[in-house]
């Protein structure tokens, strides 16, 4: 809700052009990077003599798979850091735009992916409407729940004066969005996320709205990391620790160098060039949500449970990473403001 509500259409008037491209070259460098690393991997350890078959029909599969759910990149924990140095200026915005659109790009990627993989497996034909209807479809149900109960809001809220009262309706209000988007099986986050994107352009006085938000970001962003600490478990990193080591730095090269040629394209900054892609590290909420889901491809087998805990050990190295690189990030390109 919060990173929607930080995209005002002005902005991305101006910004718009740099946020597309970045978008579009730093999740298909993830993908790509990741799936070859992974792939490369899996070709050495499995792929030679007589098993190059199961090569083709499951570890690539799950290559593939993973490189398209890497694509994501969490937005909680770099609008945490944003918030506690307040920081300001081209990279923020464009950081914080990237970010809104980046698991709409990891959903696309992984519904891709997905069908690719079954097929692969089962020896299926890809279809056009598996292949491309279904994740957009599941895309835009989620941004219409969230413009519609965002126009909802900008109705209600006009009979509002209580500041509690306030405080009230918004989290009611992203509860129902959550619940309507997972009902419909959209994600709750693009929903919230065009939520805050609606309120904070289409409502009047939508800063009385996101004041009271910031009066409670605290605890939740502490419960949020504490949350991401707890998913350090030691079992887990030395079952899948070093292929949790390549995702990270195969999904970190293919995000930097990504970033890196988007702003190129674009004509962006030289801090944004410079700085975007070492802020772009976590991951987080998504990645977990579908490499869980992901587990239906492959069936309950021991490829599927490394498949887990690799990624799960990769976010938890993600996580413990990010507060350092994204105020490193901030603090070179000059936008910190609070320290």
């Not at 929903?191 to 009066?215: K, P, W």
């Not at 080591?245 to 090269?253: A, Y």
Request: charged share 10%.
């Amino acid at each position: 809700f919060s990173i929607g509500g930080s995209l005002r259409i002005a902005q991305l008037k101006r910004l718009g052009k740099q946020i597309a491209w970045i978008n579009l070259t730093e999740a298909t460098g993830a993908f790509f990077l990741t799936t070859s690393v992974l792939a490369l991997f899996f070709y050495i350890a499995y792929g030679t003599g007589g098993v190059s078959s199961s090569f083709w029909n499951l570890y690539f599969p799950v290559a593939l798979v993973v490189g398209g759910i890497c694509a994501a990149t969490a937005p909680a924990a770099v609008l945490a850091i944003v918030r506690e140095y307040r920081a300001k200026g081209p990279l923020t915005t464009v950081l914080l735009g990237v970010l809104a659109l980046d698991d709409a790009m990891a959903i696309l990627f992984y519904g891709f992916t997905s069908v690719a993989a079954r097929s692969l497996i089962h020896h299926e034909t890809i279809t056009w409407q598996s292949l491309l209807l279904i994740p957009n479809i599941s895309i835009l149900l989620s941004l219409s729940v969230g413009g519609a109960v965002g126009i909802c809001l900008g109705w209600l809220i006009r009979f509002v004066k209580s500041k509690d009262a306030v405080l009230g309706i918004v989290i009611g209000t992203i509860f129902l969005t959550s619940g309507l988007s997972a009902s419909l099986g959209a994600p709750p986050l693009l929903a919230n996320m065009m939520l805050g994107f609606v309120t904070t352009n289409f409502v009047r006085h939508y800063e009385d709205l996101f004041s009271v938000v910031e009066n409670i970001e605290e605890p939740i962003f502490g419960m949020f990391f504490t949350l991401a600490g707890a998913h350090l478990d030691l079992q887990v990193m030395k079952a899948a620790g070093w292929i949790a080591l390549l995702l990270t730095l195969g999904r970190f090269t293919g995000k930097f160098l990504g970033a890196r040629i988007g702003a190129e394209m674009s004509h962006a900054t030289p801090e944004v060039k410079k700085y975007l892609g070492m802020a772009l590290l976590p991951t987080a909420g998504v990645t977990v949500g579908l490499v869980l889901e992901a587990r239906s491809v492959f069936g309950v087998s021991e490829v599927s449970e490394l498949m887990v805990n690799s990624v799960l050990g990769s976010v938890v190295i993600n996580e413990l990473l990010t507060p350092f690189f994204v105020r490193f990030s901030l603090k070179k390109a000059g936008e910190i403001t609070f320290k």
